[in-house]
């Protein structure tokens, strides 16, 4: 049983490879849309950062955080959003896939089906993102080896969670209907709340930023990590993370057979 499961996650790193490697091929025939959007994204990240610095510098700390905490935010954040979105570009789009019927192409190519809708796609932004939020680590005043080998680690386990959030909340999709203008924006929610100092959050908000928009896993308790290592924390980020990934693939493939059964009629006009 181990074997087939190694085997199994081999075919699927070997898929994604492949899918990424063709995808990349692809958007390099449009040298100028890729570079202006992924400079775009560097852009955009960058004014959004100049306004915290604005900030901290009228008011200093914030609940412990200052600029090197915000740019260990911004660069765990933006870093695990970019490999997500890079690596498995259609999770913020599965809910409309299935309402207009895009998934039926999927359905007859082997298995597993979500592995192949998942890095079938990528995001030319989020590629800046990625960029971006990796040169970001290095001036966040927490730099060492062991600090970089787990913020790697850290921002992996990001993606993997961003990626098992989407999906999950769009395989809802499956029992009612068209979810995509919840599905679309719920899920985007975990990177406007993950863009915060952890201290602004109180009481209800905290219990939000823990369960239903998991904030919490994907950026402040990664940068708890950094700044102070501890295997307990790091123990309860694994385990919350693989809570994700698997209610999303749980949710995901039972909501398929309802799709393959017919319960889910899509109209193509």
Same mark, same amino acid.
């Given at each position: ?110 298995? %597993? #089906? ?5 890095? @079938?796609?990528? &995001?030319?932004?989020? /590629?800046?993102?990625?960029?971006? *939020? +990796? ?86 308790? %990664? #940068? ?5 290592? @501890?295997?307990? &924390?790091?123990?309860? /980020?694994?385990?919350?993370?693989? *809570? +994700? ?25």
């Amino acid at each position: 049983m181990k074997t087939f499961r190694l085997m199994q996650s081999i075919k699927k790193f070997r898929l994604m490879i492949r899918y990424l490697k063709f995808n990349l091929s692809s958007q390099m025939e449009y040298r100028g849309n890729f570079i202006l959007q992924t400079v775009g994204m560097v852009i955009n990240d960058v004014f959004l950062l100049f306004f915290w610095w604005i900030l901290f510098q009228k008011v200093g700390t914030i609940k412990d955080y200052g600029m090197n905490e915000m740019l260990l935010v911004y660069s765990i954040t933006t870093f695990s959003f970019g490999i997500s979105m890079t690596l498995w570009g259609n999770q913020s789009l599965i809910s409309r896939m299935i309402m207009t019927g895009e998934i039926d192409s999927f359905l007859i190519l082997p298995r %597993p #089906v979500l592995s192949h809708i998942l890095v @079938s796609r990528i &995001s030319l932004s989020a /590629l800046g993102d990625l960029v971006f *939020g +990796f040169f970001l680590f290095f001036f966040s005043g927490y730099l060492s080896l062991l600090n970089f080998l787990l913020f790697i680690l850290l921002g992996v386990m990001g993606a993997v969670l961003l990626c098992a959030y989407n999906v999950l909340f769009h395989s809802f999709t499956f029992w009612y209907g068209d979810f995509t203008a919840v599905a679309e924006v719920v899920p985007d929610s975990i990177i406007t709340f993950s863009l915060n100092p952890e201290g602004i959050y109180t009481s209800v908000s905290k219990v939000i930023i823990q369960t239903v928009i998991p904030a919490m896993y994907f950026s402040f308790l %990664p #940068v708890r990590l950094i700044k102070e290592f @501890s295997i307990f &924390s790091f123990l309860f /980020l694994l385990i919350a993370d693989t *809570g +994700f990934v698997l209610a999303a693939h749980i949710v995901f493939y039972k909501g398929l057979k309802r799709y393959e059964s017919g319960n889910l009629i899509s109209k193509k006009i």
